[in-house]
């Protein structure tokens, strides 16, 4: 039985782990490739690493950040954060990532969705969309929002005017292998993922969707799950700062239900 | 004297991972398209995510002919993801191109019902007496990601269920195919490795 995913996340800035409560207040929780191997032995399924450098000096060491990551890592390995052309996918690649995550520049661009799928395959190209509820004041600007929900880009800072549910159908239809949806209004509050979110975009694709922001105790991944209908959930500081380990997570949602790789 | 495994590179993905996992094993492994260093080497890995498309170029490149003659020879042979898919006669997903044929059938498209492509962890029910997979128990989990499957065949050592049975593993002689992943199959991945070096 296909199992859901648990996937770690680590935030790097100039090849150091952090961790941001609503994308600001960022600490140091370490280095990426111990952690990295740290979370593949406590059972996660996967590592997503981000690089949310702002400035391109730090953002120079990715590539040395990745393969030093991927060095002693025998899962799936994805990297994202400021990925802007083939060429660049291509370093990391060649770094050693099995996966991309591009948000900004497929949003800018759609065609290197297509561009990366066609050179590396779907599977190894995954778009991240940061969703914000646009309700109150933003939805009575913005009537087309149907789905209730806004893509963001450049770390949730910039509104697109797109809705989301609508721009992950897209990004599947231009060779997306995966979605990456973070909840901007629930990242780092650990209050729960957004199901209502989730579900929609999981309902209107066919390829699989993980969920990001606000995961917290172990209810709010059963939630994300059953009633969120996510393929994967992810999540970074409730791991890193040992508030939850993550195989006591997975027992306890095995136990609740869900199929998952445990022991593993 | 160290055996040498070449990984052969058909423009197909990113075998990175594959070399890397050999490498953590002390495996001396070669990554190449050149068939002449294809027919000198002691086992053959062909990896492969992707189109089965791009399997075209295997036959244009001369690395089909080289890889037949040294499997005909007795070089242990792996396939994995669409290089396992390429064992089988044909795929729906390039039905003009042909596989292998070492395996009959056709590997399809998963059914409208599941999504797809079939990512993440699922089990094996596995068959005894497979030296692929000797020491791993059924019930072991193993990363997948494709959108067809091989469908089982007699040769069939490995079973996995999503949307239907297919086939996960196979094993006849000295040829082995694994749809999964073992290079991001944690511990049992890199034991199914392990195994296939020691052949």
Request: proline letters at 3%; hydrophobic letters at 45%; glycine letters at 10%.
């Amino acid at each position: 039985m296909l199992t859901k995913r648990i996937i770690a996340c680590l935030d790097v800035t100039g090849g150091r782990v952090v961790k941001g409560v609503q994308f600001e207040q960022l600490r140091d929780a370490g280095d990426p490739a111990e952690l990295a191997v740290a979370h593949s032995e406590a059972g996660a399924d996967e590592i997503v690493l981000l690089d949310i450098s702002a400035t391109n000096e730090k953002r120079a060491t990715l590539a040395d950040t990745v393969r030093r990551t991927a060095r002693q890592l025998f899962i799936p390995f994805t990297v994202g954060g400021g990925i802007r052309s083939l060429d660049e996918a291509m370093a990391v690649f060649d770094a050693g990532a099995d996966k991309i995550s591009i948000n900004s520049a497929a949003l800018a661009d759609p065609s290197l969705i297509t561009s990366i799928a066609e050179r590396y395959g779907s599977q190894a190209v995954i778009v991240a969309i940061d969703a914000k509820r646009a309700n109150g004041e933003a939805q009575s600007e913005n009537a087309q929002f149907d789905g209730g929900f806004e893509a963001y880009v450049s770390g949730g800072r910039k509104a697109t005017g797109r809705d989301a549910v609508a721009w992950a159908r897209e990004a599947e239809q231009r060779g997306a292998g995966e979605i990456l949806l973070t909840s901007m209004d629930r990242d780092g509050t650990g209050a729960g993922f957004d199901c209502e979110l989730t579900r929609a975009v999981s309902e209107a694709l066919n390829i699989p969707v993980i969920a990001s922001g606000g995961g917290g105790d172990t209810r709010t991944f059963v939630d994300v799950f059953q009633q969120g209908s996510a393929d994967a959930a992810l999540a970074a500081s409730i791991f890193h700062f040992g508030l939850r380990a993550l195989g006591d997570l997975k027992r306890e949602l095995q136990e609740a239900g869900i199929p998952m790789r445990w022991p593993c | 004297m160290t055996t040498m495994i070449a990984v052969v590179d058909f423009r197909a993905g990113n075998l990175t991972s594959v070399k890397k996992a050999l490498e953590h094993l002390s495996a001396e492994a070669v990554v190449t398209s050149d068939p002449r260093v294809v027919a000198k080497a002691d086992k053959i890995i062909l990896p492969g995510v992707g189109h089965f498309a791009a399997t075209a170029v295997l036959a244009e490149t001369g690395l089909r002919t080289a890889i037949q003659e040294r499997v005909e020879r007795g070089a242990p042979f792996l396939g994995v993801c669409v290089g396992m898919q390429w064992m089988f006669e044909s795929s729906e997903e390039a039905p003009g191109i042909a596989g292998l044929g070492l395996c009959a059938g056709r590997c399809e498209r998963f059914p409208e019902r599941v999504k797809s492509p079939h990512v993440g962890w699922n089990s094996l029910a596995c068959r005894e007496g497979s030296r692929l997979l000797r020491g791993i128990p059924s019930g072991s989990f193993v990363y997948f990601t494709h959108s067809y499957r091989a469908p089982v065949v007699a040769a069939t050592v490995a079973r996995s269920e999503y949307g239907g049975e297919f086939s996960a593993a196979i094993e006849q002689g000295n040829l082995f195919g694994v749809q999964f992943h073992p290079e991001k199959s944690g511990t049992i991945g890199l034991k199914l490795l392990e195994n296939f070096c020691a052949l």
